[in-house]
């Protein structure tokens, strides 16, 4: 439905990279249909600009927001568009995250060159990836399996990935479908065993609570999904309680079921040896508190423990 159009030029920030790119020309494109005029404003980020580091070294808190919202403090954009599973479990009181995009398939892939390619019990591979979380459940369920570092670019890895730097690849099937890449996937890790990053799979809108009301609202009916907001809801309160961000290995994901909203989440040892575990249902309206019980009930459980011999290991 066409909304009354402001006279404002939209100006959207986002990272430089293609799938940053497809993320933002996909916000533009329902700004467009909602009678919005648009202007994409390219802002590097710290994760793009350090790829020699692990993202555990060089602080998860905004690595891959922080320029973007200072962006929105200075006027210089008036929404910021980011992957979801990006964004930091707690953002500054003068900004919010107005809408989240209708999330794409949310599982975690290996993408390989050969398509003969199985991984099995017995594989004794080199899988590129550079989520703590990946690496944990890796050695968790596939402990004979050996990890190297693939940060960069969706393009960079694969380049790296042809350049056998690693035997396959690991990501999030959303970027690598949406990037066009999907003829490479060799293997889909049930979301029950690989439970995503919380966020994985869907695009998030941050903007100033300054910015006009009326704009705000109109930017949110033109790109909010209902459905996939109430979800991040939960998933970003668990991520807030656990106090982590992506360089622990922590999951959840929120669903819409008959029952109401469920949310499975948990978090793993980096070692792969303690699996904390816990699916938990709510109705929708309370989204925020289902991820709080959860988060809650998995510190208790030796949740606790786990986060500080990462912090306490980390300091090493």
Same mark, same amino acid.
């Not at 919202?69 to 006027?75: F, H, I, K, S």
């Not at 009301?213 to 807030?240: G, I, N, S, W, Y």
């Given at each position: ?7 404002? /030029?939209?100006?959207?920030? =986002?990272?430089?990279?293609?799938? !940053? ?5 996909? =916000? !533009? ?11 994409? @404003? ?16 060089? %602080?998860?808190?905004? $690595?891959? =927001?922080?320029?973007?919202? $200072?962006?929105?403090?200075? %006027? ?29 398939? $949310? ?18 591979? &080199?899988?590129?990836?550079?989520? /703590? ?7 968790? +369920? ?30 999030? +099937?959303?970027?690598? +479908? ?13 979301? /029950?065993?690989? @439970?995503?990053?919380?966020?994985? #799979?869907? @695009? ?17 009916? !033109? ?10 809801? !939960? ?24 029952? #109401? ?10 070692? %792969?040896?303690? &699996? ?6 709510? /109705? ?33």
């Amino acid at each position: 439905m066409q909304t009354i159009p402001i006279s404002k /030029t939209i100006r959207i920030g =986002t990272r430089g990279s293609k799938l !940053a790119l497809w993320q933002a020309n996909a =916000t !533009a494109d329902k700004l467009t249909a909602a009678g919005f005029a648009t202007e994409l @404003v390219i802002i590097s980020t710290k994760g793009d600009q350090v790829l020699d580091k692990s993202l555990d070294k060089i %602080g998860s808190k905004g $690595v891959f =927001t922080e320029e973007l919202e $200072v962006g929105l403090r200075d %006027g210089s954009i008036d929404i910021a568009v980011h992957s979801a599973k990006d964004v930091q479990s707690s953002i500054p009181e003068d900004l919010e995250l107005l809408a989240f995009m209708e999330r794409e398939q $949310v599982n975690d892939v290996l993408l390989s060159f050969d398509p003969d390619f199985k991984l099995t019990s017995e594989s004794k591979v &080199l899988i590129g990836t550079s989520s /703590t979380r990946r690496k944990a459940l890796l050695k968790k +369920y596939y402990p004979q399996v050996s990890t190297a570092e693939s940060r960069g670019n969706l393009q960079t890895r694969l380049q790296k990935l042809e350049n056998k730097q690693f035997d396959v690849l690991l990501l999030a +099937y959303a970027g690598v +479908y949406r990037m066009g890449y999907d003829n490479l996937i060799v293997h889909t890790f049930p979301e /029950t065993q690989f @439970v995503p990053a919380a966020g994985q #799979g869907s @695009v998030a809108i941050e903007c100033a609570r300054s910015l006009e009301p009326e704009v705000k609202e109109q930017l949110k009916a !033109a790109l909010d999904h209902a459905d996939t907001h109430v979800c991040l809801l !939960a998933e970003r309160a668990f991520l807030r309680t656990m106090e982590g961000g992506c360089s622990i290995p922590s999951f959840a994901l929120a669903t819409l079921t008959a029952d #109401g909203l469920q949310i499975e989440g948990g978090l793993v040892s980096l070692d %792969g040896q303690t &699996l904390l575990q816990e699916t938990m249902t709510a /109705t929708p309206s309370q989204a925020e508190e289902l991820g709080v019980q959860l988060a809650t009930s998995i510190l208790s459980q030796g949740g606790k423990e786990i986060l500080e011999s990462i912090k306490a290991e980390r300091k090493d």
